[in-house]
């Protein structure tokens, strides 16, 4: 067994009374609390409850920007692939000699852009850009910002 300096064995036992006292202080006031106060005013449990929401409030707003980055990819996707298949589809119209589909006689695309663009005119809100330019570049750019100066 190792030898203890008497100075230290005099601090440690300090320690533990002080730990000990706090303790005891700690079950009189939750004692005292749960007479005085109703059970969903208590104060320490008050305090409890604002810790963990403040935990769950910090996970909750990672998520939501993990949310709103892959929200960002599928547009971009989406804009990837549908744009793309109209392009070919155009161009294998045009190769048969079928007249072409005008886009403001197009619903399904016209509705996917009214789509991007209202997701466009969001993120431009949220990030303080007001300009009106439609370049989805841009739009990752100022989701980007946005999420790192939050951070």
Known sequence: MAQHHEATDGLLK???????????????????FQQIYPENANPMKLVSRIKKIQGDLSTLKEQCRELLSAKQDLIDKA??????NRSLLQRMQTSMGIPLTDDSADSAFENFNQII??????????TG???NGSDHEDVNKLLFSAIVESN
């Open 129 to 131: 850009d007001e300009n």
């Open 117 to 126: 663009d209202e997701w466009t005119v969001q993120v431009r809100s949220r």
């Open 14 to 32: 300090l320690l533990t009374k002080a730990n000990h006292d706090l303790t005891l202080v700690q079950h009189k006031l939750e004692k005292e």
């Open 79 to 84: 804009r990837t692939v549908i744009v793309g």
